[in-house]
Each structure stands twice: as C-alpha cells, then as structure tokens.
C-alpha cells in the first residue's frame, strides 16, 4: 500500500510532513491488483507481494549457497566448502551442541541451521540493496516462524518424557511441594509453554518493524526537509540522511543478533524440553 | 475517485501491524518447510559426513603417530640396552685380559727365574767337575813334579817307588790341608 500511502502522502502534502507508519509495511500487490480480503476486522492486499517474493528468494539463497558449498566434500576444503563448514559449524558447536548438548543435540541441528541462516538472510534483506525491506516486518512471516518453533520444542518434550511428563517437567518446579505449587504450576505453564511462543515472534517482529520504520523516518524527514522546506533546513536534513547511514549500520547488527537470539532460544526451548531434570 | 479511495485508506491508516496477514503465516511456514527439507536432505548429511571423516583421519594420525614414536622409543631402549650390555662385556673381556696378562707375567717370571736357576745350578756343577778334574790332573802332575823334583834334589835313594809314594801322600794331604783352610777362610770373606 506504498502506493495507497503516497496518495495519502500527496493529498495532504499541503498541510506537512506525514509520518511513516504501518501503512509503509503494507506493500501493493506486484502486477498491481487491488483485490483485497477481510480479516480480523482488517482489510488486507489479496496477491503476491515483495515480502512473499523475498521469503521464497532467501530459501533459494540459502539451500543454493550451502548445497554448493557441501557438494563437493574434500578432507581439505576449498574456500566456498570452508565458509559453508564454518557457518554449518557456528550453528552447530555455539547452539547446537553446547546448548542442547549429549548425543540428541545433532538430529535439531539441520533445523537451527536452517532457521539461523533463513532468518539472518530475511533480515539482512532491510539492508541489501533494491531490496531494503525486512520480510519479517511482517507479523504473518514471523509467526509462521514462532508456532513451528512452539510445535518442535513441545513435541521434542512430549516424544521424551511422554505428554503427562513433559508437562510435569514444564510446569512443576522441582524441590517445591504443598500449596506454592497451586500458584506455581499456572505461572510456569504460562511462561513454559503459553508466553515463549509470543515473545520469541513480537522480539523478532518489533526489532526488524521498528528498525524500518526508524530507517524510513530518516529517509524521508531528510528528504522533507531538503526539498519541501525553507534552505536554512536543508543541513539538518542531510544530518538526517547521516544518520540514515549510521543506523543502517546499526541494524545489521541488530538483524544478525535478532537472528541469533531467536535461534538461540530455539535451542535454549528445545534443550529445557528434552532434559532431565526441571 | 481519489474521495472514493481515500475513505477507506483513513481506516488503513489505523491498521495493526501485529494482526498477521493469514496467507503469509501458511506461506512461511511452507517455505521454510521446503527450505529445511532439502537442506536435512542434502546440506547438513554432507557437512557431518566430512566431519566425522575429518575427525577420523586427524585422530588416526595422531594414533599412528604415537604408534611410531612408541616404536622409536622401545628401539631406542633396545640400543640403549644393548649398547650397555656391550660395555659391560667390553669391561668383562678387559678385566679378564688384565688378570691372564698378570698371570703370565707372574709366570713367565717364575719360569726365567727357575731357567736361571737351573742354568747357575749347572755351572756350578760344571766348574766343580771341571775342578775336580784338574785338581785330580793337577795332583798326579805335581805328584810325578814334585818326586822327580825331590828325587833329583835327595838322589838316587829316593827312587824306591814305595816310599816315594807315601812321601808324595802325605806332601799331598798337607797341601790339601793348607787349601781347605785357606778356601774356609776365603769364603768366610
């Protein structure tokens, strides 16, 4: 809805500078249909937009990038082999196996991999060129996300202890008997089970929404500035384009963190599920 | 048509980004499905194949490794203890060779001094025999000197053979006499 947005944009152009908001993740329809759906008391864009075309490219990416890097298996790797081993061994020794540890550790290791490079590279998407629109802006792309990562680390539970034990070993802190555990019990089923999946989806969301935003504010403050207002304006618009740039800087490595943290607390999720103890 | 399309836009406005778009939900989901498939099948077999061959010729290289330097190490004590087995013997043989060179020297010694013994035990006999032939020689010449001497100095009485005789005797047992005492008393010097 950029396109629904510069409308607005031009047709209160005259009363002043109009805010970036939500309506700037709202993208148009490619080919420029308008059809449109109704859903939770909203209206949304019915057709393929440029978040849908990026999750699928950065899939392709990803598997084109480290099938080739793996395709070819010598005892001395070539430079493309040794940074797809490299990368493959971050996610594996850091994550995989220093936090879920034991032998179970290598059957999630293709999924925290998989995930950790599919979002880094979503994310990095804000940045790169042409592309500059971070997919997972998009609550939609980020829950998806959140509810496999729910479904994998509960059910990784239930296939350990069984479903009555996975939900003992997630719900009743170990050491604590007698009435504690009526107020206990809620509160560790809520954090456990009902809260992770909504907090590892709204981190990722609002860091990659937020960023955004703060990246467009910039963009088009300094823009309003330069051209729409008087000249003495004029350097602090470009001060703002500076920052544009500083903070482009910034959100790499919060997209990069954003990445590892949500894979991170896959893992973390993963290895409190299939442990022993509480 | 910009009133038509700026009525509804005014409620986009108040749009909540956290509502999902629906059809993104199943979109991610199936792609990152796809994506994860084809990388536990294609991507991930290969890196851990590679690192467990990695693992295995680096550990057995280092195995080997040690096998040889245990090796090394169990020739080097072998030599070692050859080398001192060979000393030992090499002091053995040397010691030996010192008490059989003592021993024949010792006697070799006794030997020479037995032959020398023997060789002055000889002479002396020798001398002695020769002494004893020359006294006796010597006793029958001065015997005959001496009686012809006397004869010639006494005349012709003298010339019984009998009485000559126990003359010379008795000259002879007095000289003799005059000898012992003077070889007594030579070898009392």
Known sequence: MTFAASVVRTAEGSDGFTPPGPHDFDLPAIGGGHDTFEMFGQTFVLGVTKPMLQIVLAAILVFAFFYAAARKQQMVPSRLQFVGEEAYGFVRNSMGRDIIGGHDFARYVPYLFTLFFFILLNNLFATIPFIQFPTFSRSGMVYGLAILSWLIYNIAGMRRHGVLGYLKLQTVPGGIGGPMLILLIPLEFMSNILVRPVTLALRLFCNMFAGHLLLILFALGGEYLVTEMSAQYAPVGVLAWLLFIAVAFLEVLIQFLQAYVFVLLNAMYISGAIADEH | ?189
């Open chain 2, 1 to 189: 048509m910009q009133a038509l399309l700026a009525a509804p836009l005014a409620k986009a406005e108040e749009l909540n980004p956290l509502l999902p778009h629906a059809i993104e939900i199943v979109l991610s989901l199936v792609v990152f499905g796809l994506l994860l498939f084809a990388v536990w099948k294609f991507v991930t077999p290969r890196f851990e194949q590679i690192y467990t061959e990695r693992t295995q010729a680096i550990e057995g290289g280092l195995a080997a490794a040690e096998t040889k330097q245990a090796e090394a190490d169990a020739k080097l004590a072998d030599l070692e203890q050859q080398l001192a087995d060979a000393r030992h013997e090499a002091a053995r043989i040397r010691e030996e060779a010192r008490e059989q060179g003592a021993q024949i020297i010792a006697e070799m010694r006794e030997q020479a001094q037995a032959d020398a013994a023997r060789i002055v035990e000889h002479g002396k006999t020798q001398i002695e025999a020769e002494r004893q032939q020359a006294v006796t020689s010597l006793r029958a010449e001065v015997g005959t000197l001496a009686t012809s001497l006397a004869g010639r100095i006494v005349g012709e009485s003298l010339e019984d053979d009998e009485r000559s005789s126990r003359v010379v005797e008795r000259f002879l047992a007095d000289l003799e006499t005059i000898e012992a005492s003077q070889v007594s008393g030579g070898g009392a010097n």
